[in-house]
């Protein structure tokens, strides 16, 4: 059984329909990667899927928790960079205080910032702010991780620390969706990806099989990036 059902899902903004009947599933433990033209509707799927916006008719089947990594980080700037990680476990979880900073410490060291707890986001580079943001979602233990374009705030060598922890992930078999812009990164990581355009989903397969597509507007959206 899939972890998420997403079936027939439409969203508009006023006239605009930004998701015209969109379905998919993921399975527990694939990585899912989302490309396509600026305006396709990617970001407003995942939107959609992680409540940030409501839906207008359709169905998504979720039954866990989830996080969400965005693109602009998102960290509370008057906060230390443990206290933004143990926040949410501890007040909307209600989990143990000791265990809950034991985990945060562990996500920490696992995203090679075990001496930067005290700090605060000001004093962390994009790509640091970055894998805080992500051990934040971690430490929710989700049964799924979405990312929103996660590099797209960041320069090229930034860029690449936050691939490594992301191949990282899904090589320890983490459930994740990825809007991403990175086409190679996709490629690599994803056991599927969906291309995406005016609010339809135009392919959907293998990386291979989508990189190798003979669909004209599939090549044409790849031949920008190949360049």
Do not use: W
């Amino acid at each position: 059984m899939s972890l998420l059902e997403i079936k027939n899902l439409k969203k508009s903004f006023g006239d605009n329909v930004v998701l015209k009947d969109i379905s998919l599933n993921v399975d527990k433990g694939e990585v899912l990667s989302i490309i396509g033209p600026s305006g396709s509707g990617k970001s407003t799927l995942l939107r959609c899927i992680t409540d940030l916006e409501q839906e207008d008719s359709g169905i998504i089947n979720f039954d866990g928790a989830f996080g969400l990594v965005f693109q602009d980080f998102n960290l509370f700037p008057h906060h230390s960079v443990i206290k933004n990680i143990t926040n949410a476990p501890l007040r909307v979880q209600k989990r143990d205080r000791t265990e809950v900073f034991n985990h945060a410490r562990h996500l920490l060291k696992k995203m090679g910032l075990e001496d930067k707890e005290d700090a605060y986001p000001c004093e962390l580079s994009g790509g640091q702010q970055q894998r805080v943001s992500i051990a934040r979602a971690l430490a929710m233990n989700p049964d799924i991780l979405f990312f929103d374009e996660p590099t797209s705030a960041l320069d090229p060598e930034l860029t690449g620390e936050i691939l490594a922890v992301i191949k990282q992930l899904a090589a320890d078999n983490m459930t994740m969706v990825i809007v991403t812009h990175e086409m190679n990164f996709a490629r690599k990581v994803s056991d599927s990806i969906i291309f995406m355009e005016n609010g339809v989903i135009v392919e959907e397969g293998s990386p291979e099989e989508v990189f190798t597509s003979n669909n004209k507007r599939m090549q044409e959206f790849l031949g920008k990036f190949n360049d």
